[in-house]
């Protein structure tokens, strides 16, 4: 019934008018600006390739987009039940689905968002401070044995991690909705992202059939890229495939979970 | 009386072994304002949430404008406009774009009509302001203006008072009669407020531990006539109730040294009359006006909650 799209940009609205999004998106610049403005200084010139600058960043930078989105998707549920308003939103002529899913396509967007301006601003500042003129010793020293071009390494790369990001954010959607708490969404899928990918490689060195079908072992998929995996035997399609399970799940018990609850007080 | 816009037939809630609501069957008609009166924790907000679809039913059935909020939700919540407890906003955005939010959900709101509400409410002034600056009865004026953005049907507002200073109350309680009697919808307004319900509404459903005890017209040819009961002050009550019998009235007791009697203003003086004659003392005559207050106690029997 109706158009779609005005709930989308409801969502929208509800993310770019707070100022802690711009915040997110001005540190996120401002890091790749200081890690190239330092390599500058302290690094040569000479010898340092754009690529590998831009790669180094975006691997290290690339969790911040992680930790970001997980906070908005983590609030995007929660916030409206701890607020109240979620009450004067869902009685309006929209199923409760659509309206989970136009937040759910509105948090996606932002992701891209931020993974297209970290890839964007990590190319444009490297390019400027490394690219220009380019030092005569400079080579691409992080590509893969293949040699390959490094602007399509990079893309890959992106590509790869992209999909580990849907599936992190959907799981703080999912912990975002049962919990009504974007608090313990925010803290539960950190804790899942960063504390069990620590000891992660520990856990990949067992040698029981069920760690194949954990998800944190598939998260890293770049593991591919370089045709290292963390367990032997391991294809990206496997990864995918599992990664694909569990995210219908998390998308299923989301939507049952929302659609089936008396939203009280 | 019109076809009810709404129907509530045997509506139950329960949650776990308690029963919230037991068996609640309402028709609200058009062109009525319809107050909804129970003390704190009767099952007035639940009887609210399951009419706009936050919560779900146990058993029973409930219809607006023909449609089930439970098989046809959004063709049912088409036609309504609400606030459920306190009209909570988004506080980072202005009033204006909380109202731009809710006009976008529904297809034929224009920015006219938004600047239209606004106008009605009285926000003209802060309305570009962000909702975290405004009053308690500012935001109640904004959830007011997001109920009526597009001119529902069914108009339901809990508490609606809450937070409104005097003449506030009154600019809202003449709007929602306006809207009743010229517009022609339906208001649905729940209150624990029995002055306020008295003065705003045309027809009062009184409800206690979720069941339904009385439905009271107070307006209109079909109100109950006012209470004719007359309370006398004398020194020999019980002389004076044999006085009255002796008449063919029923006085009974009131208190130590009174006694009421149903009479009307000639019957009262003939009454004085036969009571001096009979050589009691008359202190003082007072008619008794009785106030949904006084009717509201006496069915709900003044009871504790839980």
Known sequence: MGNFLPLIQNENMKIYRRPRTWVMVGILVLLVLTISILWLIFGERSNTSMWDVAFMESSILFLLVTIFTVVIAAGGVAEEFTSGTIKLLLIRPWSRSKILLSKYISIMIFALLLAIILFGSTLL????CFGINAGPDAETTFVGMDGGNPFSYMLKYYGLTLVSLVVTVTLAFMLSTIFRSSGLAIGFALF????????????????YTWIDYLLFIHLNLTQYLDGNPMREGMTLGYSLTVLGVYYVVFIALTWYIFNKRDVAS | MEQPIVKLHNVTKKIGKRTIIDRLTLDLPLGEVFGFLGPNGSGK??????????MSLTDGEITIGGHSITKEYEKAIRHVGAIVENPEMYKYLSGYDNLIHYARMIPGITEHRVHEVVKLVGLEGRIRDKVRTYSLGMRQRLGVAQAILHKPQLLILDEPTNGLDPAGIRELRDYLRLLSKEEGIAVFVSSHLLSEMELMCDRVAIIQNGKLI??????????????NRVVIEIDQ????????????LAGELEGTNAIAVEADRESTAAINASLVAAGIKVYGIRAQVKTLEDQFLEVTGGERIG
């Open chain 1, 125 to 128: 500042v490297n390019w400027i």
């Open chain 1, 192 to 207: 899942l992202l960063l504390g069990v990918n620590s000891f992660v490689g520990l856990i990949a060195m067992l040698d």
């Open chain 2, 45 to 54: 907000t639940t009887t609210i949430r399951m009419m706009v679809g936050l």
């Open chain 2, 214 to 227: 009385d439905v009271r017209t107070i307006r209109g040819e079909h109100a109950a006539k006012a209470s």
């Open chain 2, 237 to 248: 009550p019980q002389a004076a109730i044999n006085v009255l019998q002796a008449a063919g």
